[in-house]
């Protein structure tokens, strides 16, 4: 397996309308962002993955761009983009940033000429199709349905047809076949690549290539033709950090968009681990999820992947609920146990890890008490669909308190002063009401913290290269619903990861406590001193030893 700067990073998620306000009108910007620097370098991460800045009317938060060689107003200018690139280069960090090339924003110069006619130089830029019944209004061309509730297509009657959409009806998808757009795309790959970024997070790039006849979106005839294009055309020759995200791959699939030897993408998001708590109605039915099950998809990930591609390791990001709140306990007596226990989980396993801002300081899901506190287009769309069905508000937002994307978007917390330190004026979105006891500031007065944790674990990872690239993945307590232990190995040297789910103390297995008491415990959550018993785990504990 090649050694590469990506694969022993740590990768730090900037989701930069909730990072840092520096002009006081409420949103995160670059500036603010610059301005905690110093934090991220104290932190120790490799490299930041910044979600988009581009211009954009912000009907998805900046998902929809307009125009892909500007900067939003809402963050800044491209005079501070560069002045934040300086200040995370000369730190050490690199900066990644996010390509969301599957659509455009619906006001983007391409589409607004498209629209006009069937027969303009723009026309075959985005996918338009004529729809279905007597008239082309009638009916939309398939039953496709939006990411974000209702159709995927949107009826124009200036061109008498109807455009894709997957996503909200002002993000029209482009028409990867069309050679010139994959052009155009290339080329602005190429200058953000000269102004000095390290890489792309490529957002569901696995949706670019549509079959003809629109029976596939995910994963199509063309997906890697079009990859390797872009590598030869834009990446190659570079010293990048590439990741698709790609739901709907399995490890066989993902292999190729990731194997050595196939010069597609360093690695991918897979999100198989995410859909342990969906029931058959999909994102909103909530159902319970068990450690077996995610035990099982985490490790299918880890041996299947194991020398021919490369895995991303994460647990929460803008698109996903905090992971202390889903996946640990965010009670004030576990909160700090367990965000730390699933922390080593994710510094433990072969892949290279994403830290989505706040979750180094443990920040949980917030409950607003009502849908119009809510900013995101998924949970007002989906919310309104399902009112009109009849059902109740506190029913929805037993739902969006578990799974909204808005808790990952509440703003960050950098103190306990008015607005935890993000902005003097009003927040774009509200705040999460524990920020006094949950915020930069007091975890980093404090040695025992969250954030004190990720920065011990940080810098294991650089210098133990076991951390990130042991392999031969072994696991022991599989039917535990409460132990999760799993062994890796790399140039003669053995890691043990020994993690408790559970609130309750849980006695381990004879070959997990045997392979402990023989290995030098690397680091742990419990606090030196209080008694490290070899055959069984307090709550949320979480042991790692090396041998």
Not at 102 to 124: L, V
Not at 215 to 233: A, C, K, S
Not at 241 to 256: I, K
Request: hydrophobic share 35%; glycine share 10%; aromatic share 12%.
């Amino acid at each position: 397996m090649t050694k590469t700067w990506w694969k022993e990073a740590v990768v730090y998620q900037i989701y930069p309308r909730s990072f840092m306000d520096s002009n006081g009108d409420g949103v995160g910007d670059l500036a603010g962002i610059a301005s905690k620097a110093d934090y991220l370098a104290e932190l120790g991460v490799t490299a930041v993955w910044l979600s988009p800045v581009y211009a954009s009317p912000n009907a998805d938060n900046g998902y929809d761009i307009s125009d892909y060689r500007a900067i939003m107003s809402d963050f800044g200018t491209m005079a501070d983009w560069e002045d934040l690139l300086a200040a995370l280069h000369g730190r050490g960090i690199r900066l990644v940033m996010d390509l969301v090339v599957n659509h455009t924003s619906d006001e983007h110069a391409w589409f607004i000429e498209s629209r006009k006619s069937k027969d303009g130089p723009y026309a075959d830029y985005y996918i338009w199709r004529n729809g279905r019944g007597g008239t082309c209004e009638e009916a939309p061309p398939n039953d496709w349905g939006s990411w974000f509730s209702g159709s995927a297509w949107k009826y124009e009657s200036g061109r008498d047809q109807w455009y894709l959409h997957l996503f909200a009806e002002k993000q029209p998808d482009l028409n990867w076949e069309n050679p010139k757009v994959r052009g155009e795309v290339y080329d602005m790959m190429r200058f953000w690549l000269d102004k000095g970024v390290d890489g792309f997070r490529m957002d569901v790039i696995n949706m670019i290539s549509k079959d003809p006849a629109l029976t596939v979106y995910m994963n199509g005839p063309r997906i890697h033709d079009f990859l390797q294009e872009m590598n030869r055309e834009a990446l190659a020759g570079r010293d990048l950090l590439t990741v698709g995200e790609t739901p709907g791959v399995d490890p066989a699939l993902a292999s190729l968009y990731v194997g050595e030897d196939r010069r597609e993408l360093g690695m991918v998001f897979q999100f198989e681990h995410m859909g342990v708590d969906e029931g058959k109605g999909g994102k909103w039915d909530v159902v319970p999820w068990k450690l077996t099950r995610l035990k099982e998809i985490l490790g299918k990930w880890q041996r299947e992947l194991d020398g021919r591609g490369w895995n991303s390791l994460y647990l929460n990001n803008h698109d996903q609920p905090r992971m202390v709140s889903r996946f640990g306990n965010d009670s004030p007596q576990w909160r700090v146990k367990s965000a730390k226990m699933l922390a080593t989980m994710l510094h433990t396993m072969q892949g290279t890890p994403y830290i989505y801002q706040g979750e180094e300081l443990g920040m949980t899901n917030v409950r607003f008490p009502k849908l119009s506190d809510y900013e995101d287009i998924e949970i007002r769309n989906w919310s309104r669909e399902q009112l009109a069905l009849g059902r109740s508000e506190a029913e929805l937002l037993k739902a969006v308190h578990y799974r909204g994307r808005d808790n990952a978007r509440t703003p960050m917390h950098w103190n306990a002063g008015p607005n935890a330190g993000f902005t003097a004026g009003k927040p774009w979105l509200g705040m999460n009401p524990n920020y006094p006891e949950i915020n930069a500031e007091r975890a980093m007065a404090d040695p025992d913290s969250v954030f004190h944790y990720y920065k011990r674990l940080i810098a294991l990872r650089k210098e133990y290269p076991i951390l990130a690239y042991g392999g031969r993945f072994r696991e022991w307590m599989a039917e535990s619903e409460a132990v999760y232990a799993y062994g890796r190995e790399f140039e003669g040297s053995r890691l043990l990861t020994l993690l408790n789910f559970s609130d309750r103390d849980q006695s381990l297995g004879e070959m997990a406590s045997t392979l402990a008491k023989r290995g030098r415990l690397l680091i742990g959550n419990y606090a030196d001193g209080e008694g490290t018993d070899p055959e069984s785990l307090r709550p949320y504990e979480a042991r790692v030893y090396l041998a």
